[in-house]
């Protein structure tokens, strides 16, 4: 919407959140508050986002730094209608409309949005807000309509009288205005109120005694304009978007034993078919493939499963790709951009990090495999250790398709160990293995005659 113009509010300090985040930085179910408001006016394709910042405003300007946005410091906050003022170069010029969120309202939707602006242009509306009616409208705004249902004016709660307090029709602080009206009224707010400040609640009045007109939609769900004022409603949005989205996943052929213990970031992909067991966390941006098994215990963050994988019990899976047919676990810990071949097998008790393993490669239990560029068809034995680290910096083991390493065995980087080749159990290898040879490198074994037998004898004689 080329005619259409965003700005934020997100000065608040949050004082009951306790916290040196700021709160529209705290994030719901692995996401900032402040993304879930982005994300959802995104489609609507404003021409222009101004974030209006005041309490750890650096904090805030570092964290979207990445974001085609304009940023206006409130100092000191006087309320919405001052940001509204502050932040004029940013939308008097403009033409066409404006349309006003707050950062702490995670759970708007792009179609609530929409509407809310697609009714505001068609009736040609000076102001068009969106209210939600609630069972307890303590503490919010009331709507006060007239006659023929058309809004005159925003009382909020500590300054209506008790008639007016009987309303549930209350206002959600989300707004769209047509900028030419606005830029008629924002300089005539007054600090009148209880609280001293500028309300952009009295535009709305404003706009009704110059004949102008402004109509209300009601947003039919209530959660979806819940702003987060402590840790306690963080928490209760928290449930709400996970339901959600287990709701999503088991309607799309997902299987998920216990949702009451099982936690899915929206942003996660799953495929049908996948089963997911309690206390699952899937995060950050993670795909899983079709016919996955997820078992118990299991946290997996930013990661690909491809289809058929396997994760077995009490696993942590981060920045890793899992090719299809793999099984991992139990007690396995992938990370830093590893990526398991096809059918391959992760035992318990196995750490891999920053390495890439070939198709039908076993590590099955007690591993390290740090920077490690291995082949097909490999076994890791038991114990096996490649020493990645010198004291300094990391460097590389190589190993070939079709390699044998003998358990408890210590591979000292860099090295390589060609296709084939075969290393004895109870190795420290510190040289390149040619091509199907065999490597053996432990201290020669000697065996003394009845020295135990004496040894226990002298012990006895003491």
């Not at 001052?82 to 066409?96: D, M, N, P, T, Y």
């Not at 047919?325 to 007690?331: H, R």
Request: charged residues 20%; glycine residues 8%.
């Amino acid at each position: 919407m080329n005619d259409l113009s965003l700005i934020i509010l997100a000065a608040g300090k949050g004082t009951r959140f306790k916290s040196a985040l700021p709160k529209v930085l705290h994030p719901l179910a692995g996401r900032p508050l402040i993304q879930y408001v982005l994300e959802a006016a995104d489609p609507l394709e404003p021409a222009g986002i101004c974030l209006i910042i005041g309490h750890q405003s650096e904090q805030i300007r570092q964290a979207l730094s990445s974001l085609e946005l304009e940023f206006v410091l409130q100092e000191p906050q006087l309320g919405t209608g001052h940001a509204l003022q502050v932040s004029r170069e940013f939308w008097e010029k403009r033409a066409g409309n404006l349309l006003i969120l707050y950062g702490d309202v995670p759970l708007i939707s792009t179609q609530t949005l929409r509407k809310l602006v697609e009714t505001h242009v068609a009736n040609r509306c000076s102001a068009t807000l969106l209210s939600t009616v609630l069972a307890d409208a303590t503490g919010y705004g009331r709507i006060i309509r007239d006659s023929g249902g058309s809004v005159t004016s925003i009382v909020e709660h500590r300054d209506a009288d008790p008639q007016q307090r009987q309303i549930r029709e209350i206002n959600t602080g989300i707004y769209c205005f047509e900028i030419a009206s606005l830029r008629n009224v924002i300089d005539r707010l007054t600090t009148a109120n209880s609280q001293g400040e500028f309300y952009l609640t009295d535009c709305i009045s404003l706009l009704h005694r110059d004949s102008k007109r402004v109509e209300a939609i009601v947003c039919a769900d209530p959660a979806e304009v819940a702003g987060v004022n402590s840790r306690s409603e963080l928490s209760e949005l928290e449930q709400i978007v996970r339901a959600r989205k287990l709701q999503d996943l088991m309607q799309n052929g997902v299987t998920v034993i216990d949702p009451a213990s099982t936690f899915v970031d929206p942003s996660v992909q799953v495929g049908c078919d996948t089963t997911i067991y309690p206390n699952v966390y899937l995060q950050k941006d993670s795909v899983i493939g079709e016919s996955c098994q997820i078992f118990p215990n299991v946290r997996i963050v930013n990661s690909i499963l491809e289809n058929g994988v396997v994760v077995l019990d009490s696993c942590l899976i981060s920045e890793t790709h899992i090719r299809a047919g793999s099984q991992v676990g139990p007690f396995a810990h992938l990370k830093n951009h590893t990526v398991i071949g096809e059918n391959c097998r992760i035992g318990n008790f196995v750490e891999i990090k920053k390495s890439v393993l070939g198709n039908e490669t076993k590590a099955a239990h007690l591993s390290y495999l740090g920077d490690a560029e291995i082949g097909k068809r490999v076994n890791i034995g038991a114990g096996t250790i490649t020493c990645n680290y010198d004291g300094v910096e990391k460097n590389k083991t190589i190993i070939d398709d079709n390699v044998f390493v003998g358990s408890d065995s210590q591979l000292i980087a860099p090295l390589r160990v060609h296709r084939g080749a075969y290393i004895a159990a109870g190795s420290t290898i510190q040289q390149d293995v040619p091509e199907d040879a065999l490597a053996i490198a432990r201290a020669h074994q000697v065996n003394k005659a009845d020295w135990a037998k004496k040894k226990r004898s002298t012990k006895a004689k003491e």
